[in-house]
């Protein structure tokens, strides 16, 4: 199977580290988001990758190349002018035509779920499976009883009530009738998607994950990553 990296983005709140790189070239531990996603990728025997470039395009290129020095193969879908997620895969049809299933990524995000779980939960009348993690609280808490007093602190918990979008998919080759020629398949296809009852959820309770939106989250990427990776 193939998987497309939406790497073609201009990464605008993480200025000015993104003025002169695309996101996806930023680094959590001295190498690019880019690299830990492809390293991910091949664990998992993923070798095709296309990615989906723009912004700053020749600094994924020039890094990446063919990429035999990384274990891949790599392929290039390019935006001349924004088309959003859902037009950057829509622009990688032709490379994706003989894929009966593929996964995508979003190029900002660092995580280590299995994606082959999404593969397998991809099953007969679903058309897309997507990765949800629980919600990540931006704060620590405070942990209180019936009667108001104080019991505990937790430290930026996961709150398990509420599932996010963790930019991880496996798709069937028919969401391409759902996709626009520009925009975002967050607003368009997966809506469709759930219209139509074809779009289910696969949950990972306990496993790392990060989205790339700050300076902050560089910095707590690294810690997390060098954690797990002990």
Same mark, same amino acid.
């Given at each position: 199977?193939?998987?497309?990296?939406?790497?073609?983005?201009?990464?605008?709140?993480?200025?000015?580290?993104?003025?002169?790189?695309?996101?996806?070239?930023?680094?959590?531990?001295?190498?690019?988001?880019?690299?830990?996603?492809?390293?991910?990728?091949?664990?998992?025997?993923?070798?095709?990758?296309?990615?989906?470039?723009?912004?700053?395009?020749?600094h994924?290129?020039?890094?990446?190349?063919?990429?035999?020095?990384?274990?891949?193969?790599?392929?290039?879908?390019?935006?001349?002018?924004?088309?959003?997620?859902?037009?950057?895969?829509?622009?990688?049809?032709?490379?994706?035509?003989?894929?009966?299933?593929?996964?995508?990524? !979003?190029?900002?995000?660092l995580?280590?779920? #299995?994606? /082959?779980?999404?593969?397998?939960?991809? *099953?007969?009348? %679903? =058309?897309? $499976?997507?990765?949800?993690?629980?919600?990540?609280?931006?704060?620590?808490?405070v942990?209180?009883?019936?009667?108001?007093?104080?019991?505990?602190?937790a430290?930026?918990?996961?709150?398990?009530?509420?599932?996010? !979008?963790?930019?991880?998919?496996?798709?069937? #080759?028919? /969401?391409?009738?759902?996709?626009?020629? *520009?925009?975002? %398949? =967050?607003? $368009?296809?997966?809506?469709?998607?759930?219209?139509?009852?074809?779009?289910?959820?696969?949950?990972?309770?306990?496993?790392?994950?990060?989205?790339?939106?700050?300076?902050?989250?560089?910095?707590?990427?690294?810690?997390?990553?060098?954690t797990?990776?002990?």
């Amino acid at each position: 199977m193939k998987a497309v990296i939406l790497a073609g983005g201009f990464g605008k709140r993480l200025k000015p580290l993104t003025d002169e790189r695309p996101k996806p070239m930023i680094e959590v531990l001295d190498k690019p988001i880019i690299e830990w996603q492809i390293k991910w990728l091949t664990n998992h025997g993923i070798n095709d990758v296309i990615l989906c470039v723009g912004y700053m395009k020749e600094h994924i290129v020039d890094h990446i190349g063919s990429g035999s020095k990384l274990g891949i193969n790599a392929y290039y879908t390019v935006e001349d002018t924004p088309l959003g997620t859902g037009g950057a895969l829509k622009n990688a049809e032709t490379l994706l035509s003989n894929e009966e299933k593929f996964f995508l990524l !979003n190029g900002d995000i660092l995580t280590n779920i #299995n994606p /082959i779980r999404l593969k397998n939960e991809l *099953s007969s009348g %679903i =058309e897309a $499976t997507i990765a949800v993690v629980p919600l990540p609280s931006p704060f620590g808490i405070v942990q209180i009883d019936n009667n108001s007093k104080v019991v505990g602190f937790a430290e930026k918990p996961k709150i398990t009530q509420f599932w996010i !979008n963790a930019g991880v998919y496996c798709l069937s #080759n028919k /969401i391409f009738d759902y996709l626009p020629e *520009s925009g975002n %398949i =967050e607003t $368009t296809a997966l809506p469709a998607l759930v219209k139509d009852k074809k779009l289910k959820a696969a949950r990972f309770d306990n496993a790392f994950w990060r989205s790339i939106d700050s300076h902050k989250d560089i910095e707590e990427a690294a810690k997390e990553i060098d954690t797990i990776s002990k």
